[in-house]
């Protein structure tokens, strides 16, 4: 017997469930690896931030910003994961071990919330090469395990969202009793993005074209639900009575708009314009694969096409007034929308989008015998790209990285010490000290132990800001300082000469 007739058996019994399992559990795993072992979860300022509103917190008995002197007000009423991290610092785990360990528990959250996704591939009908294709393209992403696993509210976000959209599909085409944990994920979710509301309004415009007038009103009061539950957290003692009015999502949401359609910006065209050429160059290409600027901008364009499917579908369940394509697309289409017009313009803000996109796309290539090639070549270099990822270090700026080194070294500030610093959030986490405003009048020619932290122009801008308010003069000390990407970056001690 020949050694391919030997073989034949053995390539029968390897079917695609069966090499998909193994190809997403290797992905997936090596993902986590590589996040932990380039230690990201140190990436991005949040996690620093809910760190201070949690120590606010326990000081004072409600949120406030503690990395600036004096204590900022709260930036936005997305707080979800603070309570989270207070409980865990309360119940004995340090800020460190929260920071390592909070990316393996989304990692966990993520990788069982495919469970809705596959069944929302069977509402759709697809077939198995079909739900493969989407399994393939959940956990073959590294992007997505970039945005996922950071310690923030956008973990805990996304895969609330996962697990409301499929339980509405199911209450709403299939009658199932789903009703309880959509109300629970509506009262939580919005704390953790407000992009829940886009969802929620998505939801009721859905309902309405499809002329499921019965869930109408279930729609209205989901809403409603959500909308309560952001509000009337506002009214607790956890938020500082000069914050109540960050509880207004509709002033919030206003106050954004305003930026291409307010009295004072006439002209939004051009701003719009220009946000919206950040997307294509930057913000979707990232999302679904990377931005192709190393070889030329202009190819950026070629992602275009991604803001088809959802539009051709919305079209078609406009026309065949069916309520899953009216859902699915008009809430990526309303998510892109929102962060042309306001300051969410980050893939961040709507990562959450991108498995209805993949399900959409699979659904319209896979039906096009001629495109069905193009949707396997897509899968093959996301594949590729995210093998590649990993065969690199991930690139570091310059400031947060030599705060980490500070850190690791034993650097400490004396108790007394001001510091000035370009990075609030980060200092206050690896120095122990917070930004204090030249403003204050804490920094006068009595204060012995100043410190100035980030760029070189940023130091120097700075110390004659101090200079000027001062009847003494300072120079500076590096206590160290650090080069990478092309920038450099200090921590220097001003000392008297005058």
């Not at 938020?239 to 305003?258: E, H, L, R, S, Y």
């Not at 919206?276 to 930057?282: A, G, V």
């Not at 069916?322 to 929308?337: A, E, G, H, N």
Request: hydrophobic share 45%; aromatic share 18%.
């Amino acid at each position: 017997m020949s050694l391919l007739s030997k073989t034949k058996p053995l390539f029968k019994r390897i079917n695609f469930t069966s090499l998909t399992i193994v190809v997403s559990i290797l992905l997936a795993l090596l993902s986590l690896w590589y996040f932990n072992s380039q230690k990201i979860y140190y990436v991005g300022s949040d996690i620093y931030y809910y760190f201070s509103l949690s120590d606010s917190l326990n000081k004072f008995g409600y949120l406030s910003d503690l990395t600036r002197v004096p204590a900022w007000s709260l930036k936005t009423p997305q707080n979800g994961i603070v309570f989270l991290v207070n409980l865990l610092e309360n119940t004995g785990m340090s800020k460190a071990s929260i920071i390592t360990q909070l990316p393996s528990l989304l990692f966990i959250l993520y990788s069982f919330s495919f469970i809705p996704i596959y069944k929302i591939t069977k509402l759709f009908k697809f077939n198995k090469s079909q739900t493969n294709l989407v399994a393939l393209f959940y956990f073959s992403n590294w992007w997505i395990y970039r945005l996922q696993l950071l310690p923030s509210n956008d973990g805990f976000f996304n895969v609330l969202s996962f697990w409301f959209i499929y339980l509405v599909l199911e209450n709403w085409l299939n009658r199932k009793k789903t009703l309880i944990p959509i109300f629970a994920i509506a009262l939580i979710s919005p704390h953790f993005r407000i992009h829940t509301f886009l969802i929620l309004i998505s939801l009721v415009i859905a309902t309405y074209l499809s002329k499921k007038r019965k869930n109408l009103m279930k729609s209205l009061l989901i809403f409603a639900t959500s909308y309560a539950s952001l509000k009337l957290f506002f009214l607790t003692k956890y938020v500082n009575p000069f914050d109540k009015d960050i509880g207004n999502a509709g002033a919030q949401i206003t106050g954004m708009f305003n930026r291409f359609f307010g009295e004072s910006n006439r002209n939004f065209i051009l701003p719009l314009l220009a946000s919206f050429s950040k997307q294509i160059h930057l913000a979707i290409p990232s999302l679904f694969l990377t931005p192709l600027d190393r070889i030329s901008p202009t190819l950026n364009w070629l992602y275009l096409p991604i803001l088809f499917f959802p539009l051709y579908y919305f079209a078609k369940g406009i026309k065949d007034k069916k309520f899953t394509y009216l859902f699915l697309s008009l809430f990526i289409s309303i998510s892109f929308l929102f962060s042309l017009v306001t300051p969410y313009f980050s893939e961040r803000h709507y990562a959450y989008t991108y498995i209805f996109v993949i399900i959409l796309m699979v659904k319209f290539l896979y039906s096009k015998s001629f495109l069905k090639p193009f949707l396997y070549i897509y899968l093959f270099t996301l594949m590729s790209y995210s093998l590649f990822a990993f065969s690199k270090g991930y690139p570091r700026a310059c400031r947060p990285l030599l705060l980490y080194q500070l850190q690791e070294e034993g650097v400490v500030l004396e108790d007394n010490a001001i510091l000035v610093s370009q990075e609030p959030r980060h200092s206050y986490y690896f120095l122990g000290k917070s930004h204090t405003s030249l403003d204050n009048n804490q920094i006068n020619s009595q204060n012995k132990n100043i410190y100035i932290f980030g760029s070189a122009n940023y130091i120097g801008k700075n110390l004659t800001k101090i200079n000027s308010k001062s009847s003494i003069k300072f120079n500076t000390r590096t206590i160290q300082n650090l080069t990478s990407n092309q920038e450099t970056c200090s921590l220097v001690k001003l000392n008297s000469y005058l």
